[in-house]
Protein backbone atom coordinates (compact mmCIF):
# COMPACT_ATOMS: atom_id res chain seq x y z
CA UNK A 1 0.00 0.00 0.00
CA UNK A 2 2.81 2.36 1.10
CA UNK A 3 4.48 1.70 -2.41
CA UNK A 4 1.28 2.32 -3.75
CA UNK A 5 0.99 5.52 -2.33
CA UNK A 6 4.58 6.44 -3.28
CA UNK A 7 3.70 6.21 -6.87
CA UNK A 8 0.87 8.18 -6.57
CA UNK A 9 2.67 11.33 -4.58
CA UNK A 10 5.57 10.71 -7.45
CA UNK A 11 3.21 10.73 -10.29
CA UNK A 12 1.23 14.16 -8.92
CA UNK A 13 4.66 15.29 -8.11
CA UNK A 14 5.69 14.92 -11.86
CA UNK A 15 1.88 16.14 -12.76
CA UNK A 16 2.68 19.34 -11.03
CA UNK A 17 6.32 20.16 -12.14
CA UNK A 18 4.87 19.39 -16.08
CA UNK A 19 2.26 21.86 -15.25
CA UNK A 20 4.96 24.45 -14.06
CA UNK A 21 7.03 23.75 -17.54
CA UNK A 22 4.38 24.69 -19.65
CA UNK A 23 3.12 27.66 -17.91
CA UNK A 24 6.66 28.87 -17.84
CA UNK A 25 6.69 27.82 -21.81
CA UNK A 26 3.40 29.76 -22.66
CA UNK A 27 3.96 33.03 -20.57
CA UNK A 28 8.06 33.07 -21.42
CA UNK A 29 8.27 37.16 -21.47
CA UNK A 30 5.56 37.27 -18.33
CA UNK A 31 7.78 34.90 -16.02
CA UNK A 32 10.73 36.51 -16.98
CA UNK A 33 8.70 40.15 -16.06
CA UNK A 34 8.51 39.10 -13.26
CA UNK A 35 11.80 37.58 -12.02
CA UNK A 36 13.06 40.48 -13.04
CA UNK A 37 10.26 42.80 -11.14
CA UNK A 38 11.41 40.46 -8.02
CA UNK A 39 14.96 40.40 -8.38
CA UNK A 40 15.62 44.31 -8.72
CA UNK A 41 13.04 44.65 -5.92
CA UNK A 42 15.76 42.73 -3.94
CA UNK A 43 17.75 46.19 -4.61
CA UNK A 44 15.16 48.44 -3.89
CA UNK A 45 12.97 47.50 -1.16
CA UNK A 46 9.07 47.99 -2.05
CA UNK A 47 8.12 51.63 -0.50
CA UNK A 48 5.80 54.33 -1.23
CA UNK A 49 7.38 55.51 -4.41
CA UNK A 50 6.77 52.07 -5.92
CA UNK A 51 3.23 53.53 -6.29
CA UNK A 52 4.40 55.72 -8.51
CA UNK A 53 6.12 53.42 -11.43
CA UNK A 54 2.61 52.23 -12.68
CA UNK A 55 0.94 54.24 -15.82
CA UNK A 56 -2.80 53.23 -14.45
CA UNK A 57 -4.20 54.90 -17.86
CA UNK A 58 -2.02 53.08 -20.49
CA UNK A 59 -3.08 49.76 -18.12
CA UNK A 60 -6.61 50.88 -18.16
CA UNK A 61 -6.61 51.69 -22.29
CA UNK A 62 -4.94 48.17 -22.83
CA UNK A 63 -7.85 46.33 -20.98
CA UNK A 64 -10.39 48.00 -22.60
CA UNK A 65 -9.07 47.64 -26.21
CA UNK A 66 -8.32 43.72 -25.73
CA UNK A 67 -11.83 43.08 -23.88
CA UNK A 68 -13.77 44.66 -26.90
CA UNK A 69 -11.64 42.67 -28.98
CA UNK A 70 -11.92 39.20 -27.95
CA UNK A 71 -15.97 40.43 -27.72
CA UNK A 72 -15.91 40.90 -31.45
CA UNK A 73 -13.55 37.22 -31.94
CA UNK A 74 -16.75 36.06 -30.42
CA UNK A 75 -19.04 37.03 -32.89
CA UNK A 76 -16.07 35.93 -35.78
CA UNK A 77 -16.29 39.61 -37.24
CA UNK A 78 -12.35 39.45 -37.86
CA UNK A 79 -12.49 36.16 -39.70
CA UNK A 80 -15.52 37.51 -41.88
CA UNK A 81 -13.99 40.46 -42.50
CA UNK A 82 -10.78 39.35 -43.29
CA UNK A 83 -12.38 36.05 -45.23
CA UNK A 84 -14.10 38.90 -47.64
CA UNK A 85 -10.74 40.38 -48.28
CA UNK A 86 -8.92 37.21 -49.20
CA UNK A 87 -11.86 35.68 -51.60
CA UNK A 88 -11.60 38.36 -53.76
CA UNK A 89 -7.89 37.92 -54.88
CA UNK A 90 -7.51 34.87 -56.85
CA UNK A 91 -3.42 34.04 -56.41
CA UNK A 92 -1.39 32.99 -53.88
CA UNK A 93 1.00 35.98 -53.98
CA UNK A 94 -2.08 38.46 -53.80
CA UNK A 95 -3.68 36.57 -50.78
CA UNK A 96 -0.72 36.43 -48.93
CA UNK A 97 -0.43 39.99 -49.62
CA UNK A 98 -4.14 40.82 -48.66
CA UNK A 99 -3.37 38.63 -45.12
CA UNK A 100 -0.35 40.91 -44.58
CA UNK A 101 -2.51 44.33 -45.35
CA UNK A 102 -4.89 43.04 -43.40
CA UNK A 103 -2.85 42.23 -40.31
CA UNK A 104 -1.06 45.51 -40.99
CA UNK A 105 -4.03 47.72 -40.38
CA UNK A 106 -5.20 45.37 -37.64
CA UNK A 107 -2.41 45.92 -35.52
CA UNK A 108 -3.00 50.14 -36.58
CA UNK A 109 -6.60 49.47 -34.86
CA UNK A 110 -6.28 46.51 -32.10
CA UNK A 111 -2.29 46.78 -31.40
CA UNK A 112 -0.16 44.15 -32.79
CA UNK A 113 -0.59 41.03 -30.37
CA UNK A 114 -4.58 40.91 -31.04
CA UNK A 115 -3.73 41.58 -34.66
CA UNK A 116 -2.31 38.45 -34.68
CA UNK A 117 -3.83 36.43 -32.61
CA UNK A 118 -6.81 37.12 -34.62
CA UNK A 119 -5.34 37.00 -38.52
CA UNK A 120 -2.74 34.26 -38.10
CA UNK A 121 -5.26 31.70 -37.79
CA UNK A 122 -6.70 32.85 -41.09
CA UNK A 123 -3.40 33.05 -42.74
CA UNK A 124 -3.29 29.30 -41.80
CA UNK A 125 -6.75 28.08 -43.03
CA UNK A 126 -6.08 30.29 -46.21
CA UNK A 127 -2.88 28.12 -47.20
CA UNK A 128 -4.11 24.63 -45.30
CA UNK A 129 -7.59 24.32 -47.08
CA UNK A 130 -5.76 25.58 -50.19
CA UNK A 131 -2.93 22.98 -50.12
CA UNK A 132 0.18 25.95 -49.90
CA UNK A 133 1.13 24.90 -46.51
CA UNK A 134 4.88 25.31 -48.13
CA UNK A 135 4.32 29.44 -47.52
CA UNK A 136 3.23 28.75 -44.02
CA UNK A 137 6.65 29.98 -42.64
CA UNK A 138 6.92 32.43 -45.25
CA UNK A 139 3.46 33.74 -44.34
CA UNK A 140 3.56 33.40 -40.56
CA UNK A 141 7.07 35.97 -40.68
CA UNK A 142 5.29 38.46 -42.81
CA UNK A 143 2.23 38.56 -41.08
CA UNK A 144 4.43 39.05 -37.91
CA UNK A 145 6.56 41.88 -39.72
CA UNK A 146 3.61 43.69 -40.72
CA UNK A 147 1.88 43.24 -37.12
CA UNK A 148 5.61 44.70 -36.08
CA UNK A 149 5.84 47.64 -37.95
CA UNK A 150 2.02 47.87 -38.77
CA UNK A 151 1.06 49.37 -35.50
CA UNK A 152 3.75 52.19 -35.19
CA UNK A 153 1.63 54.27 -36.98
CA UNK A 154 -1.33 54.95 -34.48
CA UNK A 155 -0.68 55.88 -30.12
CA UNK A 156 -2.91 52.56 -29.72
CA UNK A 157 -1.56 50.34 -32.67
CA UNK A 158 1.83 48.99 -30.22
CA UNK A 159 1.93 48.24 -26.53
CA UNK A 160 4.71 50.66 -26.42
CA UNK A 161 3.31 53.81 -28.02
CA UNK A 162 0.45 53.79 -25.81
CA UNK A 163 2.86 53.97 -23.03
CA UNK A 164 5.28 57.01 -24.51
CA UNK A 165 1.96 58.55 -25.92
CA UNK A 166 0.64 58.75 -22.55
CA UNK A 167 4.13 59.40 -20.85
CA UNK A 168 5.21 61.97 -22.75
CA UNK A 169 2.02 63.52 -23.66
CA UNK A 170 3.04 63.50 -27.68
CA UNK A 171 0.63 65.77 -29.75
CA UNK A 172 -1.15 63.46 -32.18
CA UNK A 173 0.02 65.35 -35.64
CA UNK A 174 3.34 64.94 -33.99
CA UNK A 175 3.39 60.99 -33.01
CA UNK A 176 1.92 60.40 -36.74
CA UNK A 177 4.30 62.31 -38.88
CA UNK A 178 7.88 60.45 -36.88
CA UNK A 179 6.18 57.46 -37.51
CA UNK A 180 5.21 57.92 -41.32
CA UNK A 181 7.96 57.71 -42.84
CA UNK A 182 9.35 53.81 -41.61
CA UNK A 183 5.77 53.32 -41.95
CA UNK A 184 6.13 53.35 -45.78
CA UNK A 185 9.20 51.76 -46.24
CA UNK A 186 7.73 48.86 -43.73
CA UNK A 187 4.65 48.66 -46.14
CA UNK A 188 6.85 48.99 -49.15
CA UNK A 189 9.48 46.32 -47.64
CA UNK A 190 6.67 43.37 -47.37
CA UNK A 191 4.71 43.88 -50.51
CA UNK A 192 8.16 43.86 -52.30
CA UNK A 193 9.44 40.41 -50.36
CA UNK A 194 5.66 38.76 -51.45
CA UNK A 195 6.40 39.74 -54.77
CA UNK A 196 10.00 38.36 -54.67
CA UNK A 197 9.13 35.30 -52.99
CA UNK A 198 5.78 33.72 -53.50
CA UNK A 199 4.71 32.75 -57.10
CA UNK A 200 1.48 33.15 -58.54
CA UNK A 201 -0.37 30.60 -58.37
CA UNK A 202 -4.09 29.95 -58.53
CA UNK A 203 -6.24 29.92 -55.32
CA UNK A 204 -9.59 28.37 -54.26
CA UNK A 205 -11.28 28.72 -50.81
CA UNK A 206 -14.40 26.44 -50.00
CA UNK A 207 -17.01 28.68 -49.02
CA UNK A 208 -18.11 29.10 -45.08
CA UNK A 209 -21.28 31.32 -44.60
CA UNK A 210 -20.71 33.13 -41.68
CA UNK A 211 -23.63 36.10 -40.34
CA UNK A 212 -23.39 38.53 -37.68
CA UNK A 213 -25.40 39.38 -35.12
CA UNK A 214 -26.48 43.09 -36.03
CA UNK A 215 -27.03 44.78 -32.63
CA UNK A 216 -24.01 43.30 -30.80
CA UNK A 217 -21.75 44.20 -33.91
CA UNK A 218 -22.83 47.77 -33.47
CA UNK A 219 -22.97 47.85 -29.89
CA UNK A 220 -18.81 46.89 -30.18
CA UNK A 221 -18.08 48.85 -32.47
CA UNK A 222 -19.33 51.98 -30.15
CA UNK A 223 -17.35 50.37 -27.48
CA UNK A 224 -14.66 49.87 -29.52
CA UNK A 225 -14.93 53.81 -30.31
CA UNK A 226 -15.17 54.51 -26.83
CA UNK A 227 -11.80 52.92 -26.13
CA UNK A 228 -10.10 54.84 -29.05
CA UNK A 229 -11.80 57.93 -27.73
CA UNK A 230 -9.99 57.09 -24.12
CA UNK A 231 -6.65 56.57 -25.93
CA UNK A 232 -6.97 60.32 -27.26
CA UNK A 233 -7.74 61.42 -24.04
CA UNK A 234 -11.15 63.14 -24.61
CA UNK A 235 -12.39 61.87 -21.62
CA UNK A 236 -11.48 60.42 -18.44
CA UNK A 237 -9.64 56.74 -18.42
CA UNK A 238 -11.55 55.51 -15.49
CA UNK A 239 -15.25 55.67 -17.50
CA UNK A 240 -13.97 53.01 -19.63
CA UNK A 241 -13.35 50.85 -16.89
CA UNK A 242 -16.60 51.14 -15.62
CA UNK A 243 -18.77 50.99 -18.83
CA UNK A 244 -17.07 48.12 -20.94
CA UNK A 245 -16.85 45.68 -18.22
CA UNK A 246 -20.22 46.57 -17.50
CA UNK A 247 -21.62 45.69 -21.03
CA UNK A 248 -19.73 42.74 -21.66
CA UNK A 249 -21.24 41.21 -18.21
CA UNK A 250 -24.54 41.50 -19.96
CA UNK A 251 -23.16 40.54 -23.21
CA UNK A 252 -20.29 38.48 -23.59
CA UNK A 253 -18.79 37.74 -20.08
CA UNK A 254 -16.46 34.78 -21.62
CA UNK A 255 -14.99 37.95 -23.53
CA UNK A 256 -13.48 39.14 -20.17
CA UNK A 257 -12.37 35.87 -19.03
CA UNK A 258 -10.28 35.61 -22.69
CA UNK A 259 -8.90 38.92 -21.89
CA UNK A 260 -5.16 38.18 -22.25
CA UNK A 261 -4.37 39.36 -18.72
CA UNK A 262 -0.64 37.47 -18.77
CA UNK A 263 -0.26 40.79 -20.68
CA UNK A 264 -0.89 43.04 -18.38
CA UNK A 265 0.47 41.20 -16.07
CA UNK A 266 3.85 41.33 -17.98
CA UNK A 267 3.39 45.32 -17.92
CA UNK A 268 3.14 45.71 -14.25
CA UNK A 269 5.80 43.64 -13.81
CA UNK A 270 7.96 45.69 -16.32
CA UNK A 271 6.46 49.07 -14.48
CA UNK A 272 8.06 47.44 -11.21
CA UNK A 273 11.37 46.48 -12.91
CA UNK A 274 11.99 49.54 -14.70
CA UNK A 275 11.42 52.00 -11.75
CA UNK A 276 13.23 49.85 -9.63
CA UNK A 277 16.76 49.85 -12.24
CA UNK A 278 15.79 54.23 -12.29
CA UNK A 279 16.46 53.99 -8.80
CA UNK A 280 19.82 52.41 -9.18
CA UNK A 281 22.16 55.21 -9.64
CA UNK A 282 25.02 52.81 -11.31
CA UNK A 283 22.66 51.83 -13.65
CA UNK A 284 20.90 55.69 -14.22
CA UNK A 285 24.92 57.13 -15.23
CA UNK A 286 24.78 54.55 -17.63
CA UNK A 287 21.35 54.51 -19.50
CA UNK A 288 21.40 58.69 -19.23
CA UNK A 289 25.02 58.51 -20.77
CA UNK A 290 24.06 56.04 -24.03
CA UNK A 291 20.80 57.66 -24.34
CA UNK A 292 22.24 60.91 -25.10
CA UNK A 293 25.22 59.49 -27.00
CA UNK A 294 22.74 57.53 -29.49
CA UNK A 295 19.23 57.39 -28.28
CA UNK A 296 18.07 55.27 -31.46
CA UNK A 297 20.96 52.75 -31.35
CA UNK A 298 20.58 52.12 -27.98
CA UNK A 299 16.54 51.85 -27.65
CA UNK A 300 16.68 49.50 -30.92
CA UNK A 301 19.74 47.72 -29.49
CA UNK A 302 17.91 47.34 -25.83
CA UNK A 303 14.77 45.64 -27.80
CA UNK A 304 16.90 42.88 -29.09
CA UNK A 305 17.60 41.88 -25.21
CA UNK A 306 14.63 43.02 -23.75
CA UNK A 307 11.94 43.38 -26.00
CA UNK A 308 10.06 46.59 -27.07
CA UNK A 309 7.70 47.17 -24.30
CA UNK A 310 10.11 47.42 -21.34
CA UNK A 311 12.94 48.91 -23.24
CA UNK A 312 10.23 51.69 -23.78
CA UNK A 313 9.17 51.95 -20.24
CA UNK A 314 12.87 51.77 -18.81
CA UNK A 315 14.36 53.95 -21.29
CA UNK A 316 11.70 56.92 -20.54
CA UNK A 317 13.27 57.21 -17.58
CA UNK A 318 16.41 58.58 -18.94
CA UNK A 319 15.78 60.79 -22.12
CA UNK A 320 13.13 63.29 -23.18
CA UNK A 321 13.97 62.83 -26.47
CA UNK A 322 11.01 60.64 -27.47
CA UNK A 323 11.30 61.09 -31.52
CA UNK A 324 14.83 58.74 -30.92
CA UNK A 325 13.38 56.46 -28.15
CA UNK A 326 9.71 56.02 -30.54
CA UNK A 327 11.30 55.42 -33.56
CA UNK A 328 13.78 53.18 -31.74
CA UNK A 329 11.17 50.83 -29.76
CA UNK A 330 9.11 50.68 -33.07
CA UNK A 331 11.88 49.35 -35.69
CA UNK A 332 13.37 47.42 -31.95
CA UNK A 333 10.16 44.90 -32.98
CA UNK A 334 12.43 43.53 -35.73
CA UNK A 335 15.36 41.38 -34.91
CA UNK A 336 15.69 38.28 -32.50
CA UNK A 337 12.73 36.27 -31.66
CA UNK A 338 12.23 38.00 -28.01
CA UNK A 339 12.44 41.71 -29.62
CA UNK A 340 8.46 42.07 -29.36
CA UNK A 341 5.65 39.57 -27.62
CA UNK A 342 4.44 39.49 -30.88
CA UNK A 343 7.06 37.47 -32.81
CA UNK A 344 6.77 35.09 -29.07
CA UNK A 345 3.04 34.64 -30.09
CA UNK A 346 3.81 34.26 -34.16
CA UNK A 347 6.44 31.58 -33.28
CA UNK A 348 3.63 29.56 -30.73
CA UNK A 349 1.31 29.84 -33.24
CA UNK A 350 3.68 28.20 -35.85
CA UNK A 351 4.78 25.42 -34.21
CA UNK A 352 1.84 24.57 -33.32
CA UNK A 353 0.40 23.73 -36.45
CA UNK A 354 3.91 22.89 -38.02
CA UNK A 355 5.92 21.43 -34.58
CA UNK A 356 8.41 19.45 -37.14
CA UNK A 357 9.36 23.10 -38.70
CA UNK A 358 10.79 25.11 -35.70
CA UNK A 359 14.05 24.86 -37.06
CA UNK A 360 14.14 26.10 -40.43
CA UNK A 361 11.34 29.02 -39.36
CA UNK A 362 13.57 30.20 -36.69
CA UNK A 363 16.49 30.94 -39.56
CA UNK A 364 13.97 31.99 -42.22
CA UNK A 365 12.36 34.33 -39.14
CA UNK A 366 16.39 36.01 -38.63
CA UNK A 367 17.18 36.37 -42.60
CA UNK A 368 13.87 38.63 -42.90
CA UNK A 369 13.63 40.24 -39.61
CA UNK A 370 17.15 41.59 -39.29
CA UNK A 371 17.34 42.39 -43.52
CA UNK A 372 13.99 44.50 -42.44
CA UNK A 373 15.97 45.99 -39.48
CA UNK A 374 19.15 47.26 -40.64
CA UNK A 375 17.39 49.14 -43.50
CA UNK A 376 14.95 50.78 -41.26
CA UNK A 377 17.62 51.87 -38.98
CA UNK A 378 19.70 53.18 -41.41
CA UNK A 379 16.04 55.42 -43.14
CA UNK A 380 15.78 56.34 -39.03
CA UNK A 381 19.10 57.27 -38.97
CA UNK A 382 18.32 59.48 -41.80
CA UNK A 383 15.83 60.89 -40.97
CA UNK A 384 17.26 62.25 -37.26
CA UNK A 385 20.30 63.96 -39.10
Given at each position: ?21 S ?18 S ?49 T ?15 S ?10 T ?15 K ?18 L ?14 F ?6 F??T ?31 I ?5 R ?16 R ?8 I ?19 G ?5 V ?17 A ?9 L ?5 S ?33 TL ?11 E ?11 Y???F ?20
Amino acid sequence: MATIAHKGHHAHFHHAIDLVLSFIKKNAVLCIALLAAFVTSIIVPPDKAYLDYFDFKTLTCLFCVLAVVCAFKNIRFFFALAQKIVRVFKTTRVSILALCYVTFIGSMLIANDMALLTFLPLGYFVLSSTGKNKYMAFTFIMQNIAANLGGMLTPFGNPQNLYLYTKFHIPTGDFVLTMLPPFLISVTLITLSCFLFVKKENLEIGEEKISLPKARTIIYGLLFALSIIIVFRWIPYWTGLIIIPIALLIMDRKALAQVDYGLLFTFVAFFIFSGNMARISAIQNAFEYLMEKNALLVSTASCQVISNVPSAILLSQFTGDYHALLLGVNIGGCGTLISSLASLITFREFTKHEPKGAKKYLLLFSAFNFAFLFILLGACALLLL
